[in-house]
Nanobody, 121 residues
Framework: QVQLVESGGGLVQAGGSLNLSCAAS????????KGWYRQVPGKERELVAT???????TYAESAKGRFTISRDNAKNTATIKMTALQPGDTGVYYC???????????????WGQGTQVTVVS
């Protein structure tokens, strides 16, 4: 099993910055992708950013130029630095890890319980 714990959420004014951190533990394989997803009431959880084991990132269009995702493989952590925050960034942010337990096995997905981010204008 893999456990993920998010931290760093809170309330911030529009235009401000906030950093979120995700600590992973358990049966973590060397090749894994970590990411951050956001969910608001009444909508599906949506991708914010992901990062591969070798450090290749992807971003949602709304996050490009404002958010930066990074990871520390030695510490099994993932961080997203968010700047120029807007009210539309408000939501519960979830950390996700996906990996194959075996080299040719299926991809498994793990989620944290989320951390609230609220941006006010």
């Amino acid at each position: 099993q893999v456990q993920l714990v998010e931290s760093g959420g809170g309330l911030v004014q529009a235009g401000g910055s906030l950093n979120l951190s995700c600590a992973a533990s358990g049966n973590i394989r060397p090749i894994n992708t970590k990411g951050w997803y956001r969910q608001v009431p009444g909508k599906e959880r949506e991708l914010v950013a992901t990062i591969t084991a070798t450090g290749s990132p992807t971003y949602a269009e709304s996050a490009k130029g404002r958010f930066t995702i990074s990871r520390d493989n030695a510490k099994n952590t993932a961080t997203i630095k968010m700047t120029a925050l807007q009210p539309g960034d408000t939501g519960v942010y979830y950390c996700k890890l996906e990996q194959r337990t075996t080299g040719w096995g299926p991809v498994k997905h793990y989620w944290g319980q989320g951390t609230q981010v609220t941006v006010v204008s």
